[in-house]
């Protein structure tokens, strides 16, 4: 019986998170949809020549931006960390997983190249966005590529088996 019990309050609960959430997440969108507005209204060459412009509709959608993206990494990490702490075993499964994504940041950040380059405005990079772009590039291309190579694999394999 207090077992239903506490099962019924976390539903309740529960429920008014997600009506809380949802309420948050539209007012978000709202204020982000108003800044897009104001954004596409100004034009580009407007925001381009003026620093006030700029920081009155870009600097904002960047900082919602890096909110959101903050949150969306807080709760995966506390989640990932939470199903750990609750099972251990879940650990050692995704041990290999993690071992394997280490090693391929290791092999993005062996290919980098921090020399700088040229940009359309004619000044150059500076070394550290640099390296920071040669990074992220290489590593999205040996993380595609590797996700290529198993689709394909996946998809041989399963053609064996038939």
Do not use: H
């Not at 997440?25 to 034009?43: D, K, P, R, S």
């Not at 940041?105 to 000044?123: E, F, I, Q, R």
């Amino acid at each position: 019986l207090v077992f239903m019990f506490k099962r019924r309050i976390r539903k309740k609960q529960m429920k008014k998170l997600s009506k809380i959430l949802t309420w948050i997440a539209l007012a978000v969108g709202v204020v982000a949809l108003i800044l897009v507005g104001m954004m596409w209204g100004q034009g580009d060459d407007a925001i381009a020549a003026s620093q006030e412009l700029q920081n009155s509709t870009i600097a904002p959608l960047f900082a919602i931006t890096w909110a959101l993206f903050g949150i969306a990494a807080g709760a995966i990490v506390f989640f990932v960390l939470r199903t750990w702490v609750k099972n251990p075993k879940s650990l050692i499964v995704a041990l290999p997983y993690i071992i394997g994504f280490i090693v391929v940041l290791g092999v993005a950040y062996a290919l980098t190249d921090s020399n700088p380059t040229l940009l359309s405005n004619g000044k150059y990079s500076t070394e550290s966005d640099s390296f920071i772009a040669d990074f992220g590039i290489w590593a999205t291309y040996l993380l595609g590529a590797i996700t290529v190579l198993c689709v394909v694999f996946g998809g041989f394999l399963k053609s064996l088996k038939k």
